[in-house]
């Protein structure tokens, strides 16, 4: 599978699943554009490391997804959009009767509302080469809740919702819109979150995550963020052509339960 001659823009990429996504696509040969809302060396540094691994054009460009003229100005710096994928994402957890108001602003923005701005930035651009590519990184709260995650779960909700009408409002013109729903990813986030809870239950790590952080995952391992590019590739290909407006999970089996 190549995508030689395809450029990625990846939203949310200098760590975790982004940056698993970016490596993959870069990896199969597509120009990728990096970003996230700082603007450090090392954020430089890792688009040249991941361009100089791979042999392909790596650009980081910061942009903050909480605004949509900046999530639109990203996609007009990129100078092109072949691939898309929403990624950025924060989290809070809050019963809602305690919800802060301004996270619950931020998660709808960077999670829900920073995709609506880039794909309305990206389309025109994929309509004129009549080939795209949106990939929305949903989750598995995308299809199911939880308690105390209100903000991050109407969000992706309605991300699997944008997705569907994106895929409609571009079918038969060679772009297609999907989103990925990851359960539990073991991220440096998420690993960085094992040790206190080894603490807090008075567990062993293999307990902690067997029983407490993948509780609701029946495969009882995480997936990775290898899994996740990989998933992403495959719905570039065109073997994914007319797998449009639906949902992957990658969640252990999660949704099935
Ligand atoms: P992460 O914190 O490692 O990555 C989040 C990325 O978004 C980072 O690159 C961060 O810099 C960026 N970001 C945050 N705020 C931003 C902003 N205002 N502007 C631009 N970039 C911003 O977390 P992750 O686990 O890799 O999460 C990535 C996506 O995957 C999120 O949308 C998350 O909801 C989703 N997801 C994660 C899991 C999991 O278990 N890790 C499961 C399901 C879905």
Known sequence: MSLKGKTAVVTGSNSGIGLGVARALAGAGASVVLNSFTDRDEDHQLASDLGAEFGVDVRYIKADMSSGDECRALIE??????????NAGIQHVA???????????????INLSSAFHTTAAALPMMRKNGWGRVVNVASAHGLTASPYKSAYIAAKHGVVGLTKTTALEMAG???TANAICPGYVLTPLVEAQIPDQMKTHKMDRDTVVREVMLARQPSKQFATVEQIGGTAVFLCSEAAAQITGTTISVDGGWTAL
């Open 77 to 86: 710096k990129a100078g092109g959009c072949d691939i898309l994928v929403n």
């Open 95 to 109: 019963p809602i009767d305690e919800f802060p108001v301004a996270k619950w602003d931020a998660i709808i923005a």
């Open 173 to 175: 013109l060679g772009i």
